[in-house]
């Protein structure tokens, strides 16, 4: 059975990641919380900061394949911890490239659509990044130190799903919010091609075999608006969506600015695997199966 390592197996995204692959492969799913527990997956209690453990870890795993998840995701925090969020999300992926060149590893880095400035939207791989806050140039980087490495794949992407382990996300604090009836602002005019983390998955399995090494977009098929999206999500788990308060980007009061349009093109990865990208209707339609399916 081939092994996996996982960054960040117990974040938003990490958690799906480790949960639906745990089926398939010997997963080590790297965490900084002590207590956690994923399902058919081995913990591993690291910090990707620590460069000597991250590699001697590492090296005594000796996986297959590493993922690399782990960064501060919080766009305003990163703008306010500018030092905190360099160390983490570009140092810290130095030091998982430079495990994954130790043994020889696959190593595939999560990058997001935020690289970009969203003046335009539709990003193909070629496009020019054009980060608008702190968070987006620290990813920037990290991408930059993740090809440093031959053997490396940068996937660009805008993930949603359940999580797990109690784990919460963007999805399942709409879920909780409209459930209780409350009201959420929602842009109308902020676009991105969001895609379920298990076809995120199905796409990493399909990487894994591949010679493909560089950057490849990893999207839904579909460019929706914040509101859009989250309209979906209320109609087919049937909460109320007259609850959702469309609002535009202008009206935003954050540390950290954020781009418009970051829909990407998938005419690359579509042509590599196939048209096996699901629209966002698609992918919500499949995160309740498998959500009821767990309750």
């Given at each position: 059975m081939k092994k996996i390592f996982i960054t960040g197996g117990t974040g938003g995204v990490g958690s799906e990641v480790s949960l639906f692959l745990g089926d398939k492969y010997q997963v080590y799913s790297g965490t900084t919380n002590e207590n956690a527990k994923i399902r058919n997956c081995k913990m591993i209690l690291i910090d990707i900061t620590d460069r000597e453990k991250l590699i001697k870890t590492i090296t005594e795993i000796n996986p297959d394949y590493i993922i690399h998840l782990a960064a501060l995701t919080d766009v305003n925090l990163c703008e306010e911890k500018k030092e905190q969020a360099?160390?983490?999300?570009?140092?810290?992926?130095?030091?998982?490239?430079?495990?994954?060149?130790?043994?020889?590893?696959?190593?595939?880095?999560?990058?997001?659509?935020?690289?970009?400035?969203?003046?335009?939207?539709?990003?193909?791989?070629?496009?020019?990044p054009s980060p608008v806050n702190y968070y987006s140039l620290t990813k920037v980087k990290g991408e930059k130190e993740a090809l440093n490495y031959s053997n490396s794949i940068v996937t660009r992407l805008c993930p949603f799903g359940l999580g797990a382990e109690n784990r919460q996300t963007f999805t399942t604090r709409v879920i909780q919010e409209l459930s209780k009836g409350g009201k959420i602002n929602l842009f109308t005019d902020q676009f991105f091609s969001p895609i379920f983390t298990y076809n995120y998955v199905q796409v990493l399995e399909k990487l894994f075999e591949s010679d493909f090494t560089g950057i490849i977009n990893i999207a839904g098929s579909e460019r929706l608006s914040r509101y859009e999206f989250v309209k979906k999500i209320a109609d087919i788990f049937e909460l109320d969506s007259n609850l959702l308060n469309p609002t535009k980007i202008e009206d935003l009061d954050e540390v950290a600015k954020r781009p418009r349009d970051t829909s990407l093109d998938i005419s690359k990865a579509k042509s590599l695997f196939g048209d096996i990208f699901p629209d966002a209707e698609s992918g919500i339609r499949q995160m309740k199966r498998i959500r009821d399916k767990d309750i």
């Open positions: 360099w160390k983490i999300n570009v140092e810290g992926t130095k030091n998982v490239t430079l495990a994954a060149e130790r043994v020889g590893a696959k190593l595939i880095y999560a990058s997001t659509n935020y690289v970009f400035d969203g003046e335009k939207g539709m990003y193909a791989e070629e496009d020019e």
